[in-house]
């Protein structure tokens, strides 16, 4: 992962980063590759490379490196970051192609306890690149444990307060998962949507309306879950689209909790799939993700002592569900969820090893009632696991 190293800075392969294909309206972050379809931008908030579609029109030189706006439909803009002074992205002079990242960071203390010291062990924190493997000890060597390297004293203790070692309360450390939006207008733009039904009953079909039609097809987005499109598409199919508000909806509690009966889809455009998806039987449309494993999202410590599994399924978890970058919340049930910790817990017996994160791979389908639990309110999980395929320790 280390370039070099110098007694001030840090300097950083960006490909080592876990990349998200973002599906909002706005993307923003420090350019660090595009083309005359798509770019890809790394975000120091989320710690996360960034790959979007082109939509503004003309051919705007970019400047590699530098921090953007990209608004859907809009022509790029780019400004100063107060944060460009402890972080600096810059194209590799050895490696054509590459784009490098020049920043500081911190190594946990021998002060920390002696659980928290082995999970990290090996691991580095920047405050812009998160959390970085340093498996040979490039920077303890360096800067010592618990050292700093190119921070400003002044800046130390309120930084060290945010590293992961550092203890934090219950509500602090509680995962949210984000729910839909309820609304959208015709310069919103869903990425990433999933074509899941191609011959739907369209429940506002009105025979007096020019252009209505008996049947739809159904895509659903992370962002504004399920959404009409009044042609047929293809089933299994991802797109890009657009929205069209027909102007004549009412606010109701029918309407509140989603945008399914305020717009629908226009202007749609075939993309690459992010997950790989397949339909089944003709009309079940399937996708193969993965997500990372979290025990205690599945699991009760109480029970993980227990053999009977009879009895240890009482401290499985009854509300388990995974955030998915592209289809967003994915409910794992019990069955599957007992699958799971058995498969992940046989692989650290063979291994020996627990602190190894592992990648669970699961095949995940819509509910048959999703545009239901949709329009029911703009938490509800859209999909669910249907078969687990199996668990591997994560790269």
Same mark, same amino acid.
């Given at each position: 992962?280390?370039?070099?190293?110098?007694?001030?800075?840090?300097?950083?392969?960006?490909?080592?980063?876990?990349?998200?294909?973002?599906?909002?309206?706005?993307?923003?972050?420090?350019?660090?590759?595009?083309?005359?379809?798509?770019?890809?931008?790394?975000?120091?908030?989320?710690?996360?490379?960034?790959?979007?579609?082109?939509?503004?029109?003309?051919?705007?030189?970019?400047?590699?490196?530098?921090?953007?706006?990209?608004?859907?439909?809009?022509?790029?803009?780019?400004?100063?970051?107060?944060?460009?002074?402890?972080?600096?992205?810059?194209?590799?002079?050895?490696?054509?192609?590459?784009?490098?990242?020049?920043?500081?960071?911190?190594?946990?203390?021998?002060?920390?306890?002696?659980?928290?010291?082995?999970?990290?062990?090996?691991?580095?924190?920047?405050?812009?690149?998160?959390?970085?493997?340093?498996?040979?000890?490039?920077?303890?060597?360096? @800067?010592?444990?618990? #050292?700093?390297?190119?921070?400003?004293?002044? *800046?130390?203790? =309120?930084?060290?307060? +945010? $590293?992961?070692?550092?203890?934090?309360?219950?509500?602090?450390?509680?995962?949210?998962?984000?729910?839909?939006?309820?609304?959208?207008?015709?310069?919103?733009?869903?990425?990433?949507?999933?074509?899941?039904?191609?011959?739907?009953?369209?429940?506002?079909?009105?025979?007096?309306?020019?252009?209505?039609?008996?049947?739809?097809?159904?895509?659903?987005?992370?962002?504004?879950?399920?959404?009409?499109?009044?042609?047929?598409?293809?089933?299994?199919?991802?797109?890009?689209?657009? @929205?069209?508000?027909? #102007?004549?909806?009412?606010?109701?509690?029918? *309407?509140?909790? =989603?945008?399914?009966? +305020? $717009?629908?889809?226009?202007?749609?455009?075939?993309?690459?799939?992010?997950?790989?998806?397949?339909?089944?039987?003709?009309?079940?449309?399937?996708?193969?993700?993965?997500?990372?494993?979290?025990?205690?999202?599945?699991?009760?410590?109480?029970?993980?002592?227990?053999?009977?599994?009879?009895?240890?399924?009482?401290?499985?978890?009854?509300?388990?569900?995974?955030?998915?970058?592209?289809?967003?919340?994915?409910?794992?049930?019990?069955?599957?969820?007992?699958?799971?910790?058995?498969?992940?817990?046989?692989?650290?017996?063979?291994?020996?090893?627990?602190?190894?994160?592992?990648?669970?791979?699961?095949?995940?389908?819509?509910?048959?009632?999703?545009?239901?639990?949709?329009?029911?309110?703009?938490?509800?999980?859209?999909?669910?696991?249907?078969?687990?395929?199996?668990?591997?320790?994560?790269?």
């Amino acid at each position: 992962m280390f370039c070099s190293l110098n007694p001030s800075q840090l300097y950083f392969y960006l490909n080592y980063f876990q990349m998200s294909f973002d599906n909002s309206d706005k993307i923003s972050g420090f350019l660090l590759e595009y083309n005359s379809t798509q770019f890809m931008v790394f975000d120091t908030e989320q710690h996360l490379l960034k790959r979007g579609r082109i939509s503004y029109d003309g051919n705007l030189e970019l400047t590699l490196g530098k921090f953007y706006i990209f608004n859907h439909g809009k022509t790029p803009r780019t400004y100063n970051r107060a944060c460009e002074k402890d972080i600096e992205f810059y194209p590799s002079r050895r490696n054509q192609g590459q784009m490098l990242a020049r920043t500081w960071a911190v190594a946990p203390g021998d002060d920390l306890p002696l659980e928290t010291q082995e999970e990290y062990e090996g691991k580095v924190w920047s405050p812009w690149l998160g959390l970085l493997n340093d498996t040979n000890g490039i920077f303890e060597k360096k @800067f010592g444990k618990g #050292g700093y390297g190119a921070v400003r004293n002044e *800046t130390q203790e =309120s930084i060290s307060m +945010k $590293v992961p070692w550092s203890k934090v309360s219950d509500s602090e450390t509680e995962k949210i998962i984000p729910g839909r939006y309820t609304y959208a207008s015709s310069t919103s733009c869903a990425r990433y949507a999933l074509c899941v039904q191609d011959a739907a009953r369209n429940p506002l079909y009105n025979e007096k309306a020019v252009g209505s039609t008996k049947t739809c097809s159904h895509f659903v987005s992370k962002k504004y879950g399920v959404v009409r499109y009044l042609n047929k598409a293809k089933l299994g199919t991802w797109y890009d689209h657009s @929205f069209k508000n027909p #102007g004549n909806h009412t606010f109701s509690m029918k *309407t509140a909790f =989603s945008v399914y009966y +305020k $717009v629908r889809a226009r202007k749609i455009m075939e993309i690459q799939p992010p997950l790989p998806t397949e339909i089944i039987n003709n009309k079940i449309v399937e996708v193969t993700m993965k997500f990372n494993f979290d025990h205690d999202e599945f699991e009760n410590p109480w029970s993980r002592g227990i053999t009977n599994w009879n009895e240890r399924k009482e401290g499985v978890r009854k509300n388990i569900n995974i955030c998915n970058d592209y289809l967003g919340m994915v409910k794992v049930f019990l069955n599957n969820a007992v699958k799971i910790i058995k498969r992940a817990e046989n692989l650290q017996r063979e291994s020996q090893s627990k602190r190894d994160p592992i990648s669970v791979i699961v095949k995940v389908r819509p509910f048959g009632n999703f545009v239901w639990k949709n329009n029911d309110h703009p938490d509800h999980a859209l999909f669910q696991v249907h078969s687990v395929v199996g668990v591997e320790y994560a790269n």
